[in-house]
């Protein structure tokens, strides 16, 4: 009874490294979602899929990559880290739209970018 | 027009009080409008949801008022408990389902013993 898994919990990166936080859920979800929360700032959408093969830019892509081979997991890719990157990131996975709204959030991943 | 606007950004109240968060939208197409709970270290977690052909839904002590021509949504606490202490957000999205959702930027709620 995993649910959806993040991977790290911590991490601290220097200016311009790169690194993958991985993410994989067990409830069969076709639909998985990555978002940014800052303090203060809620969380803000920064990419999703509706299904393997397919991904979509949330509100503040810039800077990221995703892909979706399989319908368990969903990496986020940081290329160039900047401070500006410094945030905890959620992965979170649903049924979808029709089949009722619940987003299944991970625990998060807090990144440190110095 | 994709903003969800919540208020206060901090509560604080006293175990036995009634908490309320506030929040407000323009987009008159969203149609579902959930409100997640996150503990500290933790992820955020559904705690109740409404869709804009109800005024109100009460799941145990929480509440959500909905009103339509205001274009604003409320949560209530009652008999707010220590355990309550969280951060809260609203949330809105088209279509009825998690795809896109719009968060509020959080109510941090401390309940005092």
Redesign the interface.
């Known amino acids: 009874n995993a649910g ?1 898994t993040q991977t790290p919990k911590f991490r601290i990166l220097k200016i311009g490294q790169s690194m993958t936080l991985q993410c994989t859920q067990d409830m069969n979800h076709n ?1 998985m ?1 990555w978002y940014r929360q800052d303090p ?6 920064i990419y ?1 899929s ?1 299904g393997a093969g397919i991904t979509d830019k ?1 509100e503040v892509p810039n800077g990221y990559n995703v892909s979706r081979s399989t319908t368990e997991d969903f990496p986020l890719r940081l290329e160039l880290a900047a401070p500006s990157q410094t945030s905890v990131y ?1 992965c ?1 996975s ?10 299944f ?4 991943s807090r990144l440190t970018v110095l | 027009q994709q903003q969800v606007k ?1 208020s206060p ?1 901090s509560l604080i109240v006293q175990k036995g009080g009634i908490s309320i968060i506030n929040c407000a939208y323009e987009n008159t197409a969203f149609d ?1 409008f ?1 409100w ?1 709970q996150q503990f500290p ?6 705690l109740i ?1 409404i869709r804009p052909d109800v005024s109100e839904k009460k799941e145990g002590r929480f509440t959500i008022s909905f009103n339509k021509s205001a274009k604003q949504f409320s949560l209530h606490i009652m008999d707010s408990q220590p355990g309550d202490s969280a951060t809260y ?1 609203c949330a809105a ?1 088209i ?7 719009v ?4 109510t941090k709620l401390t309940v005092n013993p």
């Open positions: 959806v639909y979602y203060g700032m809620g969380l803000k959408l999703y509706v949330g959620f979170a649903s049924w979808g739209a029709g089949k009722g709204g619940e987003l959030f991970g625990e998060g | 919540q950004q579902y959930p997640y270290g933790k992820g955020p977690a559904l949801a957000f999205s279509k009825g389902g998690s795809e896109k959702l968060f509020g930027k959080g």
